[in-house]
């Protein structure tokens, strides 16, 4: 939630602070505002409610000459989109400037005690409480930036990212960091920072993850200095990024969505790599070669994770029972952590998240970790906070998901869940090698396969056009395919805002089946897996209360093509792989429905890509 970005150097300021907000858009888009610092020594504040581009359009005219600055894009918490609640906030007497990306829950405490002191307060963010903190510390100590932000930070309870700027030291930037993510990028003769790595990665590619409870001083012609909330310095280790800048573009998609989702044949490629060897005969997960003994005793599995991540979590379940034999609970992360959750060093956690940022789950992290459970992550984002907070992990490697709405996250996080339930399975003897070889085999057809669903699209965006106006759909599924029927609705949901339900197909006939008629579509996910039969009869019940049907099932099918209004094709695998196959159509389907409703697909309204606030 928010992004934030910082630069000094000799470069144009604006342009790479404007430049990394639109990377960090995806972070919230309810407003943006900028911090420059001009030659002549004044601080200019330029801020606009809506996107980034609103930002662009009301600095067209103003000065935008500066030596160092920062700047923020919002996903609105405390205070509504507006300019009054955009960042950057100021001190009182307009020398300072802060953007932030959390939440400082003992904000209120702070305002009360600063508004006695005679601060008035222009927003109704939690935030401005910090800035004008770090201004009466410092002023009524006299002391540096530095040490106000040191001590300030003391005084906070709650999740930051922050940056600071000073009218009066043009050449610094004080930044801090405690659960929510910083990134530095060191260049020649020149200092970025971000929220996440991609405003940085076309400058430079050596950057230092600031860990919690870090202060960075970043100074114009000196080296990059860490300290913590005591002054204490702190070692500095600079990573090389891996990502590359193509990655952040659209390469000639109309969307970042549906870039992604025709990426989902590399990505899986890529997901893939080096972890079924000998022509799909073994499994290698390092995290589980690794940490053999926890996997041997395990009694239980339990994962957490929120929203897409749930979903391929709830397929954890199913390939982990079938493959481990260990029973596996799925729980989400943001009630997990409040549930009074029992463990202990026998269980294995496995946090799912794509960004690696997601406050509930790292929360639930943090409980599994006190109870001594195991922790692993399945994460994308190197570096981010989950893969760092936990014992072990394994990353999907799907590259940079830009848009809201998670899709080759998703295919990547449940070939992952499979590579490891199989992995598990080999090493726990539940899985007999020839399974194993079976399942590698066709693991490795799978991006070929993929690349072939996707040859659904023209089909898929016509039937798009029948459905545009439908304002519910049911999506039902059965076994593998359920966990497929919530993603499929979710997908519908968040980027056409159309109202979508996903359902057992079985448990239909237990209340749902009330709401079917002529005006309600179902769509019913019906791979040829061991439960065909058993969704025939949910189709027929359907059908009989006139409800229309788009049914994705396996070449070949006659059963449900002869009962369906449409059917949509996929290619045979095991019943265990069917979820990655069939997840593609109903992406492609969400994202159709949308672009036919004019709907900002990557940037859907009152979304963010990284949930960092509870
Ligand atoms: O980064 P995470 O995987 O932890 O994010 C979890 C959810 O916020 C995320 O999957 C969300 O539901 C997506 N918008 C779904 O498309």
């Known amino acids: 939630m928010c992004g934030i970005v910082g630069y000094i150097g000799d470069g144009n300021v604006y342009d790479v602070l404007v430049k990394g907000l639109h990377r960090l858009e995806y972070r919230g888009y309810d407003s943006a505002g900028i911090a420059l610092v001009a030659p002549d020594g004044r601080l200019n504040l330029y801020k606009a409610k809506g996107k980034v581009s609103n930002l ?27 300019d009054s609640n955009a960042h950057p906030h100021f001190s009182q007497d307009g020398r300072i400037a802060l953007v932030h990306n959390g939440t400082i829950e003992n904000y209120k405490l702070l305002k009360d005690a600063l508004k006695q002191h005679g601060c008035t307060f ?41 940056a600071v700027i000073e009218r009066d030291h043009p050449d610094t930037i004080i930044a801090a960091r405690k659960s929510s993510p910083l990134v530095i990028g060191i260049g020649d003769k020149e200092t970025f920072l971000a929220s996440d790595a991609t405003p940085i990665v076309e400058y430079t590619k050596n950057v230092v993850y600031l860990k919690d409870g870090e202060v960075a001083v970043i100074k114009r012609d000196e080296p990059l200095k860490l300290v ?22 659209k390469g000639g998609y109309p969307h970042f969505m549906l870039k992604e989702i025709f990426e989902q044949p590399n990505t899986l490629r890529d997901c893939i790599r080096g972890r079924v060897v000998d022509d799909g005969k073994r499994i290698l997960i390092n995290g589980i070669l690794d940490n053999k003994e926890k996997f041997l005793n395990a009694k239980r599995i339990v994962i957490v ?121 080999q090493l726990r003897g539940t899985l007999a090698p020839e399974q194993v070889a079976e399942l590698g085999k066709y693991i490795i057809r799978i991006p070929d396969l993929v690349t072939k669903v996707l040859g659904l699209a023209p089909q898929i965006e016509h039937l798009s056009l029948i459905y545009t106006y439908a304002r519910n759909f049911l999506y039902l599924g059965r076994g593998y395919s359920y966990p497929v029927a919530l993603e499929g609705a979710l997908k519908l949901k968040e980027i056409s805002y159309i109202h979508a339900e996903g359902y057992p197909a079985a448990e ?60 949509l094709e996929v290619p045979a695998v095991p019943e265990c792989l069917t979820p990655i196959i069939t997840s593609i159509p109903l992406q492609l389907l969400s994202y159709y429905i949308a672009i036919n409703k004019r709907k900002n697909v990557d940037m859907p309204r009152n979304l963010a890509k990284s949930v960092t606030v509870e």
């Open 56 to 82: 662009e359009d009301y600095c067209r005219d103003k000065d935008l000459r500066a030596k160092a600055g920062i700047a923020h894009t919002r996903w609105a918490t405390h205070g509504e989109p507006s």
């Open 122 to 162: 222009h927003s109704e963010t939690d935030t401005e409480v910090l800035v004008q903190l770090i201004e009466y510390i410092k002023i009524n100590n006299d002391c540096s930036l530095l040490d106000a932000v040191r001590e300030a930070l003391k005084q906070v309870v709650g999740a930051y990212a922050i």
């Open 228 to 249: 913590d909330l005591e002054n204490k310095d702190c070692d500095i280790d600079i990573r090389t990024l891996e990502m590359s800048i193509s990655q952040l573009e």
């Open 305 to 425: 994770a929120c929203g897409t991540s749930w979903h391929a979590g709830l397929l954890g379940k199913y390939l982990l029972q079938d493959m481990t034999r260990i029973p596996v609970e799925v729980e989400y992360a943001s009630e997990f952590r409040y549930s009074n959750p029992v463990l202990d060093d026998r269980d294995i956690v496995i946090a799912i998240s794509q960004s690696g940022e997601t406050a509930d789950t790292l929360a639930a992290v943090e409980i599994a970790r006190k109870q001594g459970a195991f922790v692993y992550g399945v994460s994308n984002v190197v570096g981010s906070s989950i893969p760092r907070e936990t014992d072990s992990g394994t990353y999907i490697h799907v590259g940079p998901e830009i848009g809201v709405a998670s899709t080759k996250a998703f295919t990547g996080q449940v070939m992952v869940l499979t590579m490891l339930a199989a992995a598990i399975g």
């Open 508 to 567: 239909m006939k237990h209340g749902p089946i009330a709401i079917i008629d002529a005006e309600m579509p179902s769509v019913i996910i019906a791979p040829n897996d061991h439960l065909y039969e058993k969704i025939v009869n949910n189709v027929q019940q359907v059908k009989s209360r006139e409800g229309s049907i788009i049914a994705i099932v396996t070449e070949g099918d006659k059963e449900i093509r002869e009962l369906a209004d449409h059917v």
